[in-house]
């Protein structure tokens, strides 16, 4: 990686349109890959330090201050706000999806013995759409992540990484 | 059951155990000593690896056996179980996986303790974790025990003992001696086994009914002698509201849990990046899913094939369904076919409880060794407090306790593990430019502890074993979720998530949630007041429920809610944007 030895480590770092960064994106590795392979990424999120104040050779105060620096970066507040603004209403959908079930079942068992097809049930029908939707949510994450998320934390990551080495901790 | 059948099950799971043994040589002969090779085998599995050991830690006997014995019993309340199980990974997709990876280095304590005060908060995590792992390993202990018995047909209690105690050295072996690394290729090793053994018993059922899935259904129904009602929710679980109760309980414990398991959680350490847990997860997802719907049809193959009633009358509980289906399958007791489907299903189901006993061993030596004796040795002296926000790297006071126990020992280069592998833009920078006064204790030495502590659990859990063997423990498997959803779930998303929390609320909510869920299952059913009670004979019972769940998981968010309101100091705002930063973007993970 060029960038360890980059003169103008506290400076953002381009990097190249596409592909992810990340030296373990291993093809034979990736879990369902063709469920993954389709997509185009996500447009890029701002640097974390987009007017980079501190050139090289003038390190910032403090670990800690450059966390909060980071925190604050409106990079990090978009990936933040794009994992949340899946992940909370997701957890909700299942979750209340999931008591739903489990209380109808265990309270209501008469309306879930209707049949509907053959022996199949509501039940039988309910069991497997808790499956379906786990599987489902789980594709849908996983490649919400990957598109919009992962590239951004990635350069975050390398970013973060940049400034606070070399800080005094 | 006959000689055959018992000898090429034993040659079988000869074979097995010769086969992890030598894993385990081999994996012990590549080892380095490290902290990291030892905890996290050296944090380079890939996600298909890790996807398949992850399963395997998850898919008990008690999945394999137990839910397809419970569906071939109760029918439609087999299958509520195994939803239960399932749906609980998307709580560790999205919640835990990818964060924990990136904020921790071996335990759920290093997430915890990275913004807190270190000792309180290692020793309140470490203390519920080990706790989750003595009841799950208990469980499993005594599960392979009466196995045994079941599918060897030993029914003398010799038997049943010296597989507790076979079981518990094998495991010590596989731990002590090959770590992470070897534990997770026999938990490989096990899930492709397991996968193997269900889909072709799977494959075989559908065979049997032309691949007319409403077939095998009324089929089913039929012979379960409970008709239509066999299909829908309420054999096991209807009947009084208590019990409708309990079963809700049970059904969050299960759910809220899987995220607080400690041997779950430390597989995410396995791999080098966030991203590569995230697909272990989704792996691992794909694998545990399919094998709970093959498990569906193995439960209702079981009654439609061998019959309810022919079950009940093999077990009481359900756990022979398998074994019994498989022998059908194979062509009948006294054909090859059945002899050989009947000692695969045996061997696998042994594999199984060895895999996982193993992954337990290891999570709750990393408990005792890397939170618990560290932070007890530093005693004294506020360890971390003080100690500036580290930078680009989890902090590791677990390593800064006094010199004075240790004289021999100083900082000295070689006490700084190089990493095993360093990303790129990650430099390579000693971990140890901390403060001259404190000394470090070697990893090398923590290493050590945490193969006594594996020899010690192994002991702790034989022990417990032998003495639960005559006792029905299949609580403890609910009653472990149950824990560590009230004590090691909120603590960690309050830590993750909560901006305001605190070292008292991390102190507060995990004994807020440990100390209800076992002083309630102290007084529920399971223990006294009823016949099937662990001590019949007395009567203290007040809790109805037999899963403390459903009040102790709301109590430890409660209790750390609470602790950290009324704690006198404010959260620092510096570490808890490290771990925000850290968590959501992987900077400074190991």
């Known amino acids: 990686m060029d960038k360890r030895e980059d003169p103008d480590a506290g400076k953002v770092r381009l990097s190249g349109p596409g592909e992810l960064d990340d030296p373990w994106q291993d093809a034979l590795a990736s879990g369902w890959a063709g469920w993954e392979a389709a997509g185009e990424p996500a447009p890029p999120v701002p640097h974390a330090r987009g007017t980079a104040q501190d050139g090289p050779g003038e390190p910032a105060v403090s670990a800690a201050d450059i966390y909060l620096e980071v925190q604050r970066s409106p990079a990090f507040q978009e990936v933040r ?33 209707r049949p509907v097809a053959g022996s199949v049930n509501v039940a039988l029908l309910a069991g497997l759409g808790q499956f379906l939707s786990t ?35 | ?137 208990v469980a499993q202990m005594v599960g392979a025990g009466s196995l045994v018995a079941l599918l060897l047909g ?37 899930a492709v086994l397991l996968m193997g053994g269900a889909i072709a018993l799977t494959v075989l059922v559908l065979v049997r009914f032309h691949g007319d899935f409403n077939q095998l259904l009324s089929t089913a129904a039929e012979r379960s002698g409970h008709g239509e009602k066999f299909l829908g929710p309420g054999l096991k679980y209807g009947g009084s509201w208590t019990a409708r109760l309990d079963f809700i309980s049970l059904g969050l414990a299960l759910v809220l849990g899987t995220a607080g398991l400690p041997h779950i959680l430390s597989r995410f350490y396995t791999v080098p ?35 309810s009633a022919e079950v ?28 050989i489907l009947f000692a695969i299903v045996a061997a696998v189901a042994f594999a199984t409880i060895l895999a996982v006993v193993a992954g337990i061993t ?40 006094e010199s004075v126990e240790e004289p021999g020992q100083s900082v000295e280069p070689e006490s700084v593990e190089p990493d095993q592998f360093v990303g790129p833009g990650q430099s390579v920078e000693p971990e140890q430019s901390v403060e001259p006064v404190e000394r470090q204790v070697k990893p090398r030495s923590e290493v050590a502890v945490a193969r006594v502590a594996a020899v010690g659990i192994g ?59 076992l002083v309630l299952v102290g007084l529920s059913p399971v223990v006294s007041g009823s016949p099937a009670a662990i001590f019949p004979g007395v009567d203290f019972q007040v809790f109805p429920l037999r899963n403390p769940g459903l009040v102790s998981i709301p109590l430890g968010f409660l209790a750390g809610w609470i602790g950290t309101v009324t704690s006198g100091e404010s959260a620092d705002e510096a570490r808890h944007a490290e771990t925000e930063v850290r968590s959501l973007t992987g900077a400074g993970a190991v």
Not at chain 2, 312 to 339: E, Y
């Open chain 2, 154 to 190: 030993g029914t003398s209690g010799a038997a049943q003992s010296w597989t507790v105690v076979g079981v518990g050295a094998l495991m010590v072996v596989y731990v002590s001696l090959g770590g992470m690394r070897a534990t997770t290729w026999i938990q490989i090793v096990k």
């Open chain 2, 459 to 517: 002991a702790v859990a034989i022990g417990l074993g032998l003495l639960a063997r005559d006792l029905n423990v299949a609580f403890l498997v609910g009653l472990a979720f149950a824990v560590a959803a009230s004590a090691n779930l909120p603590v960690l998303l309050y830590s993750l998530f909560w901006r305001g929390f605190t070292t008292r609320g991390a102190v507060w909510s995990v004994y807020g949630g440990l100390v209800p869920a």
């Open chain 2, 1 to 137: 059951m006959s000689e055959d059948h018992q000898t090429l099950a034993l040659v079988l799971f000869s074979a097995f155990v010769a086969v992890t043994l030598a894993i385990t040589t081999w994996a012990s002969r590549k080892r380095h000593g490290t902290a990291e090779e030892f905890y996290a085998g050296g944090r380079l599995f890939t996600p298909m690896e890790n996807g398949f050991a992850i399963a395997g830690d998850y898919m008990s006997a008690a999945s394999f056996l137990g839910i397809a014995g419970l569906i071939a019993l109760y029918g439609y309340d087999g299958l509520l179980y195994s939803v239960g199980f399932l749906v609980a990974w998307l709580v560790v997709l999205f919640l835990v996986a990818e964060l924990v990876r990136n904020c921790g280095r071996f335990t759920l304590a290093d997430v915890v303790a990275a913004r807190m005060r270190e000792r309180p908060v290692r020793i309140a995590a470490g203390t519920s974790s080990v706790t989750v792992s003595v009841l799950y390993l």
């Open chain 2, 362 to 401: 290891l999570a709750s030596s990393a408990s005792v060794a890397h939170d618990l004796y560290a932070s007890l040795r530093g005693r004294g002296k506020p360890v971390a407090s003080g100690r500036p926000v580290g930078a680009g790297r989890p902090v590791e006071p677990e390593r800064t306790v």
């Open chain 2, 312 to 339: 009940r009358r093999s077990n009481p509980a359900g756990n022979t369904a398998v074994s019994l289906l498989s022998l059908d399958l194979g062509g009948g007791a006294d054909s090859t076919g059945g002899t």
């Open chain 1, 135 to 169: 599987f489902l949510l789980t594709w849908a994450y996983a490649r919400h992540a990957r598109l919009r998320r992962d590239r951004a934390a990635l350069e975050l990551r390398w970013d973060t990484q940049e400034l606070t080495r070399g800080v005094e901790r």
């Open chain 2, 273 to 307: 990046t966030a991203r590569a847990a995230r697909r272990s997860v989704v792996w691992s997802i794909g694998l545990i899913g399919t094998f709970y719907l093959m498990t569906v049809v193995l439960g209702f193959g079981a009654a439609a094939i061998v019959g």
């Open chain 1, 81 to 113: 706000r794009r994992y949340r603004r899946f992940v909370v209403p997701a957890c909700i959908a299942f979750f209340t999806w999931y008591v739903a079930y489990v209380v109808v079942a265990t309270t209501a068992p008469e309306l879930m013995a």
